[in-house]
């Protein structure tokens, strides 16, 4: 492993491995920083030549005089070797871990898109590996937590605005199926450990004590992805009894639905109910019980948030989140070139994967209740805690 520190006079240099439809956000990202002289973008790497022509081609498009210099990689070992500072890891998810490895063996930090790994094991294996440098090394791909109408809901939680929270509903619904070749571990465990992120992140990323979640396969919907399903509703309770619901779906052609609200004992959230297949993201932050000053259900604070009208190549969800991928990578590229820890962090990273894919397998047993402590009551505190607990239950 490198053990030298970048050198924090010169811009650092970053390159992008996988370059299917998320590496190509990412990659109109690094064109921008290198752009305002932040970065120098230097690399893009895909298993596929076609993936990498047509990227090389894209950045040609946007600005030549990046495409020059850069150099394109098959390998991830490869480019790892070829004097990066710091990389984005967007491989199918099945190459997560193993990628974001090639990088972070040689000390190298990463921003690996979610989920961090196939498996729980796989996570487990992948954070042995990395040791105390893991938070130093790797950021995981959760953008939400760069999004502004959520940081504002999380804003007034933490100032008490709404009270202790109750119950939290959070809802992702998909405008076309997956695209052809796209490779997923499962609705649940890859489409909605995004809401299990953000259902995590108003409770300080506390593990939940229970998971329990149902699937169903409607019709009229082509499984591109082989996933056995298109909607999901998944549900955790914390130990002070709030609970969240989480609903995906890969079926609502009227437009892309993303949006969650917080109930709390004294008021309630509302962020980005359904507009159509563009619009405004309305953040709603209502005050007032029945046994207080504040009249019921006041609307203390309304906030909007544009969205960012999409190009043709760019994937469905980018409207609503362009903003916030954009800032995760700025984010990414400043805390690399300071030195700084990386977020979401990689304890976050296997903490979101264990109750994705305990989700995931409830689903898929008609079910199943699952308590996220061993047989002898201990809490999971640790990857290895987690891979452990998922042995012994039969969950990858």
């Not at 953040?283 to 259900?297: E, F, I, T």
Request: charged residues 25%; glycine residues 10%; negative net charge.
């Amino acid at each position: 492993m490198r053990t030298s520190s970048p050198d924090r006079t010169r811009r650092p240099r970053l390159g992008v491995f996988g370059v299917g439809r998320m590496g190509l956000v990412h990659v109109e990202t690094l064109i921008r920083l290198a752009c305002e002289r932040r970065i120098e973008f230097v690399a893009i790497g895909d298993r596929r030549e076609a993936s990498r022509t047509e990227t090389a081609e894209r950045v040609a498009v946007l600005d030549r005089s990046i495409s020059g210099d850069l150099k394109t990689y098959s390998q991830p070992e490869d480019m790892a070797e070829g004097g990066l500072d710091a990389a984005i890891v967007a491989s199918r998810t099945e190459d997560h871990a193993r990628d974001a490895l090639a990088f972070t063996s040689r000390g190298i930090p990463v921003l690996v898109e979610k989920p961090l790994a196939g498996s729980i094991a796989e996570a487990a294996a992948f954070c042995a590996a990395l040791g105390p440098s893991g938070d130093s090394l790797v950021q995981v791909g959760f953008q939400r937590g760069y999004d502004a109408a959520t940081r504002a809901a999380s804003r007034w939680v933490a100032e008490g605005l709404i009270g202790d929270l109750q119950q939290t509903s959070h809802v992702l619904q998909d405008k076309n199926p997956t695209p052809a070749g796209y490779q997923s571990c499962g609705i649940t465990a890859d489409m909605a450990i995004h809401l299990v992120y953000e259902a995590m992140s108003f409770r300080g990323f506390t593990l939940p004590r229970r998971v329990q979640a149902i699937q169903f396969l409607a019709p009229h919907y082509e499984d591109r992805a082989g996933e056995g399903a298109n909607i999901v509703h998944a549900f955790c309770t914390w130990d002070d009894g709030s609970l969240a619901h989480l609903w995906g779906s890969r079926i609502n052609r009227t437009g892309y639905d993303n949006r969650f609200t917080l109930v709390g004992t004294r008021g309630r959230i509302d962020v980005g109910e359904f507009v159509g297949d563009f619009g405004i993201v309305h953040a709603n932050l209502w005050c007032g019980a029945d046994d207080g000053p504040v009249p019921r259900g006041m609307l203390l604070e309304a906030l909007d948030f544009p969205m960012t009208r999409p190009n043709s190549h760019q994937p469905d969800f980018y409207a609503r989140f362009a903003r916030a991928y954009e800032q995760e990578v700025r984010a990414f590229a400043a805390n690399v070139a300071a030195g700084q820890p990386l977020e979401p962090s990689l304890e976050i990273g296997w903490k979101t994967l264990l109750v994705a894919n305990l989700a995931e397998a409830s689903s898929r047993r008609g079910g199943q209740v699952f308590d996220l402590g061993d047989h002898r009551g201990t809490p999971v505190a640790t990857a290895a805690d987690a891979a452990r607990y998922a042995a012994e239950l039969g969950v990858d």
